[in-house]
């Protein structure tokens, strides 16, 4: 985010003056097939496609242009925001998307604010041998079109489902991994790739200010008027899976939690699930915090989406019109593979939280009966010391929970961290970890927090508040020591849940006092979604993932 200038100052009222005759229009880029030795296809982009077209429809937008795979050039992408220029009106917002690969290669102008490599998407055809420049598009040349051709009072929300650096900062187990990184190159190739000189703009500016000489290149600080949402941090790989799990459409993580934040109920049914606050419009702050803890989730602590707007831009409502929520949101049962079962072992029944899968590609845990181990597709062992059907149905109704809450985490108000190394790393057998409640916003009075863990194996462990901390109140200012120990046994994922509401949720205690010590996580769920729907958006639920191992 950038400090308030006069030139935000004016968009912010060329924008307000004229949002009531505003639409929303698209346009739409996914690349699957790259045509190139070099590059791997994709799968999801495909779909993701044409997931956006769907919900840009359902915004009510008529002007969608969307370009796939051939039709995508660094012609074809300027002619689109060029011509989108010469249609926008006044208090519009054209969201710009992309989905598919990304990459990075040395910076042909180095300097201290861009750094020593540009980040690219490679198009349909590249070949970092001999490169043609209508087969890539640095990001730059992005912004500077945009700068060019979309006037001051039109809004840009800019979605790229892709990646052009990063790493796994916990290791991955190949036995169940299912992820596939949007990367075109390995980053330490980058080193090796220096991009081809590339064109200036081709077309005749929409609009100029003083001291514009055309440049080739803007940064994404030079638009007041842009809001930017990344798939990932720097340090990050955008991923792509099947989604909701195995058998489904593969799907990038962001695209997917993008689409679900418009099209699912949110705590009032009427709007959708990002507006956090109930208020009946999504905010841009409200959509960053929406994604940031759906994709953190969704991928295991692997992956964190970025938001990037200009000054007090941060309650401003997104886009024009949004869609009519959906009814429902219908979880379906995770699949499952047993390596080692026998004949004699007991099959689930038809009120277990879990279903044998069909082949090992469609499964979404593993049970290795040999090592008591649990993996998940995430690459990671969830859960040991497993030995027994009802050991196992306690692990699949833990994460049956989890999945289910995912889509409801809302932390605008109120957020859970594990600390000190954070929740996307790997802690060892002894390592000293504690847990921290904090307010992410000021304002909205008192609050009284309940926290609970779920243990690898299931087992329900109340936090907060017991006896000694009265009614467990989380004052405006508080930041809130819930747990200082060390890793110990047994290994996995441990999540911690946090719900912060208006009102003691005195139904969720009384359940978490009888289940506390159990593996009784199956209907906490519903429970708390009844308390989040009482609350009316004024409450928060946050999910902290603590993943250990001996």
């Known amino acids: 985010m950038h400090g308030l200038s006069l030139v935000t100052a004016l968009v912010l009222t060329l924008l307000a003056s004229s949002a009531a005759h505003a639409e929303t229009r698209a346009i739409l880029i996914g690349v699957s097939r790259y045509q190139s030795q070099a590059i791997p296809d994709l799968a999801g982009p495909a779909n993701d496609l044409k997931a956006m077209e769907g919900l840009a429809q359902s915004m009510a937008a008529t002007d969608i242009v969307a370009l796939r795979d051939g039709a995508v050039s660094r012609s074809s992408v300027e002619t689109a925001i060029h011509d989108m220029g010469l249609r926008v009106q006044p208090g519009d917002w054209v969201l710009f998307y992309f989905s598919g690969h990304g990459a990075q290669a040395l910076a042909q102008n180095p300097s201290e604010a861009d750094g020593e490599f540009d980040q690219f998407v490679p198009l349909p055809g590249f070949d970092p041998d001999q490169q043609d420049p209508e087969t890539f598009i640095v990001d730059k040349d992005f912004y500077a079109w945009m700068k060019r051709y979309l006037p001051l009072e039109v809004a840009i929300l ?13 290791a991955i187990d190949p036995r169940s991994y299912a ?63 099947e989604l909701p799990q195995e058998g489904a459409p593969q799907r990038g993580v962001l695209t997917y939690a993008f689409e679900q934040a418009f099209t699912l109920p949110g705590a009032v049914e009427t709007s959708p699930i990002a507006d956090l606050d109930g208020d009946g419009q999504v905010s841009v702050i409200e959509i960053g915090s929406y994604l940031n803890s759906q994709v953190r989730m969704l991928t295991a602590q692997r992956q964190e989406s970025t938001l990037f707007f200009p000054s007090n831009w941060a309650e401003r409502p997104l886009l024009s019109s949004l869609p009519a929520p959906r009814l429902d949101y219908d979880l379906p049962q995770p699949q499952v593979i047993i390596a080692g079962q ?7 029944g038809s009120a277990t939280a879990w279903r044998i899968a069909a082949s090992s590609n469609d499964a979404d845990f593993l049970w290795v009966l040999s090592t008591r181990e649990v993996l998940r597709r995430s690459g990671d062992i969830v859960a040991t010391g497993i030995d027994s059907p009802i050991a196992f149905s306690g692990v699949m109704d833990k994460w049956q929970m989890v999945m289910t809450l995912r889509p409801l985490v809302s932390e605008l108000a109120m957020r859970l961290t594990v600390n000190p190394l954070g929740s996307d790393e790997l802690y060892a057998q002894g390592t000293p970890i504690s847990m921290l409640l904090a307010r992410t916003r000021r304002g909205g009075g008192a609050l009284h927090a309940t926290v609970f863990n779920l243990a690898s194996d299931g087992t329900v462990q109340l936090i907060y508040p017991l006896d000694a901390d009265g009614a467990g109140m989380l004052d405006d200012a508080l930041r809130q020591s819930l747990l200082e120990t060390v890793v110990v046994p047994p290994f996995g994922v441990d999540h911690v849940i946090a719900l912060a509401t208006p009102e003691p949720p005195e139904a969720l205690r009384a359940a978490l006092r009888n289940a506390d010590g159990q593996r009784a996580a199956a209907g906490l769920a519903g429970i708390i979604r009844s308390e989040l729907k009482r609350a009316r958006g004024k409450g928060s639920l946050s999910i902290a993932e603590l993943y250990t191992a001996p």
């Open 158 to 170: 800019m979605v790229v489902d892709s990646c052009h650096s990063g790493t796994m900062h916990r």
């Open 179 to 241: 992820f596939t990184p949007r990367i075109a190159f390995r980053p330490g190739d980058a080193r090796a790739i220096q991009l081809t000189a590339r064109p200036g703009p081709r077309l005749g500016a929409l609009r100029s200010e003083p001291g514009d000489t055309g440049a080739v290149a803007a940064r994404r600080d030079d638009l007041p008027n842009l809001v930017y949402i990344g798939a990932s941090r720097d340090d990050q790989l955008a991923l792509e899976a």
């Open 342 to 348: 026998t004949d004699a072992m007991a099959m689930p």
